[in-house]
């Protein structure tokens, strides 16, 4: 086992014993506001993953996923605010009218690759965007639609709903980390190989006999259905849904949050997103021109670490181990998991 | 009825040629960089925000149309050198440091010249009639002014030893630096130039629109569908594309409302993707 793994393993479970006691740990040394900001960051996070499984695995670059994300909150609003949905349908109404949305559009989107990939992810997400700005009727437009909690879960008496702030914390926690195993198994599974040798080179994937077009397009419903949940799940969380998440910038401030973090990694939208959220909260507090800051961040990280956070932490680490395995022995290939 | 069909069609043919020094900047910084640019609506952003200072520090506005290209020239010679020029290789990283450029540039602008916009008045008022209507003669100058950049930008491009250099560059960079052609500050001076008609635009733009730190987020992916219609590295197509964009949109604005012109474009914008990505202009890919 190498040094690596062996500190990485060390600091997952820091970090999963960490999450796991964030509402009680955290109100302690500081106030509940943090327990929520980091529900929030959870969401957040996934959302970026969404871009970064496209990007980091497959190769595409998506500048539209706000698209699916937009879906994801429209789907919980609607639901409960006009239709009258209870929590659990509203939720699946949500995440279907995401992967819908990324099925339909995917099936055009995918036939283009890099430049005119990211563009065409964008100006579907604008004409969507323009569209719910002007259905007042249906979505209130830049409003948005507010709408009241129902419950999560009752038996008889017992009541669980967001309004509690553990249960809803837990509830987020457990929803993004289950997305994250998911996205976790599929990159391990052969279907992830095939998404890694289409990145890697999309010629020779073809000439060795990978259906290059529909796994992209599994791909992209993939990262759709995870912008969807993390859309759905900012729903709950704010109790509202509207336009201003389907813009341009939504979409750009996830994939700069993906390729700060690093791209490619299972981490690195995680820690990307923390990053740049605890800056604006910590600093926005005290001084009102935070987005400086952000800016002035993102420049220096893709100058000084290009392949993003996780990319210079490993390459830190790689230079232990290599000292620790002296010279002589051939460098081993980097695999990312 | 008519009229209102002329004046929009009239004000979208101006907006767009105004569209169209902007989307200059974008596509040969695109061409010959092979950076996605998303911070170049706030170039012409800052353009309309130096215009703005110009007229208040000296009360002369037409100082504007030189000030502000000047300034636009040499911030964008000091983003490439000190921003673009370490992370050149890879477009991916292109739009995570822009993006940060488009931050800073808009958050700098809101801290000198304040979060609420401010008019400018033209410095020519009055209107002339043309075709049966009245129409305002700062709309008209504004068109020449756009019309003589577009055309200096082309005639430096194809008649001038560093315009040459920039097509060069831009077709095979490897042979160009094997013919002694000095690519580094060719790329300096290619920002500085999409900076600079950026700007220009904006210094333009200004007694059009309103002067606002968020002025460039709409203008953005404008610009970048002009880019695409009009073919990526076919600068003469985006031009084309831009007016033509900007005077559909002008149209159609005359019947239903400005979102439904703009869901209009994109969906045009969709089409020529999927059915032509090398452009509407070109018969085949490069």
């Known amino acids: 086992m190498t040094l690596r793994s062996t500190i990485e393993r060390m600091l997952f479970a820091l970090f999963a014993a960490f999450m796991l006691s964030v509402p009680w740990v955290v109100p302690a040394f500081v106030n509940d506001f943090w327990v929520n900001l980091i529900a929030e960051v959870l969401i957040w996070s996934l959302f970026a993953a969404s871009v970064n499984l496209l990007f980091g695995y497959v190769g595409l670059l998506s500048f539209g996923q706000a698209l699916y994300f937009g879906f994801g909150m429209y789907g919980v609003g609607i639901g409960i605010d006009h239709l009258g949905l209870s929590f659990w349908p509203a939720f699946g109404l949500g995440i279907t009218a995401a992967v819908a949305m990324a099925l339909l559009s995917g099936v055009l989107a995918v036939r283009l690759t890099w430049h005119y990939f990211a563009i065409i992810t964008v100006v579907f997400s604008l004409i969507f965007y323009f569209l719910a700005v002007t259905m007042k009727s249906l979505t209130g437009g830049d409003d948005g639609i507010n709408f009241s909690m129902p419950p999560t879960f009752s038996f008889g008496g017992t009541v669980l709903s967001f309004t509690n702030q553990t249960f809803q914390y837990f509830f987020i926690l457990t929803t993004v980390a289950l997305c994250f195993y998911l996205m976790h198994r599929v990159i391990r599974s052969p279907l992830g190989k095939a998404f890694l040798a289409i990145r890697d080179n999309d010629v020779r994937a073809s000439l060795i006999g990978l259906n290059v077009y529909l796994l992209r397009l599994i791909a992209f419903v993939m990262a759709g259905f995870l912008a969807g949940v993390a859309g759905a799940l900012f729903a709950f969380f704010g109790r509202y849904a509207s336009a201003s998440y389907m813009f341009y910038h939504v979409s750009g401030e996830a994939v700069v949050w993906a390729i700060v973090g690093g791209a490619g990694t299972l981490f690195g939208p995680i820690i990307g997103t923390s990053l740049f959220i605890f800056i604006r909260e910590v600093v926005s507090t005290r001084w009102e021109h935070h987005a400086l800051i952000v800016g002035v961040m993102a420049i220096l990280v893709v100058i000084m670490a290009p392949k993003g956070l996780v990319g210079l932490w490993r390459d830190l680490l790689g230079r232990l181990d290599d000292r620790e395995t002296s010279g002589n022995v051939a460098k081993k290939l980097r695999t990312e998991p | ?286």
Not at chain 2, 273 to 285: A, N
Request: proline share 5%.
């Open chain 2, 1 to 286: 009825m008519s009229d209102t069909l002329l004046l929009l069609a009239l004000n979208g043919l101006i907006w767009g040629l105004i569209i169209a020094l902007i989307a200059l900047g974008l596509s040969i910084i695109f061409g010959l960089l092979d950076v996605i640019n998303i911070a170049h609506g706030d170039f012409f952003m800052v353009g309309t925000v130096v215009a703005w200072f110009t007229l208040q520090l000296t009360g002369n506005f037409w100082l504007g149309f030189i000030v502000a290209p000047l300034v636009g020239f040499i911030l964008g010679a000091l983003i490439q050198r000190i921003v673009i020029q370490p992370i050149r290789s890879t477009a991916a990283l292109s739009i995570v440091a822009t993006f940060g450029l488009s931050l800073i540039l808009q958050e700098v602008v809101r801290i000198t010249f304040g979060p609420t916009p401010h008019r400018i008045l033209p410095p020519i008022t009055g209107t002339v009639p043309l075709f049966g209507i009245q129409y305002e003669i700062y709309r008209i100058f504004a068109a020449g002014l756009s019309i003589a950049a577009l055309a200096g930008f082309f005639l430096f491009l194809q008649y001038t030893k560093v315009g040459t250099w920039m097509r060069a560059v831009r077709h095979d960079r490897d042979t160009a630096i094997a013919m002694g052609i000095p690519a580094q500050r060719i790329y300096i001076l290619t920002f500085a130039i999409g900076f600079a008609l950026a700007a220009f635009g904006g210094a333009v733009a200004a007694p059009i629109t309103t002067v606002d730190f968020r002025g460039g987020v709409d203008i953005l992916p404008f610009c970048f569908m002009a880019v695409i219609i009009g073919g990526l590295g076919n600068l003469p197509g985006t031009a084309a594309a831009a007016v033509l964009l900007s005077f559909m949109e002008g149209v159609i604005q005359s019947t239903a409302d400005p979102t439904i012109a703009r869901i209009a474009s994109l969906v045009l914008m969709s089409a020529v993707l999927l059915l032509r990505p090398q452009g509407l202009f070109k018969g085949y890919v490069r």
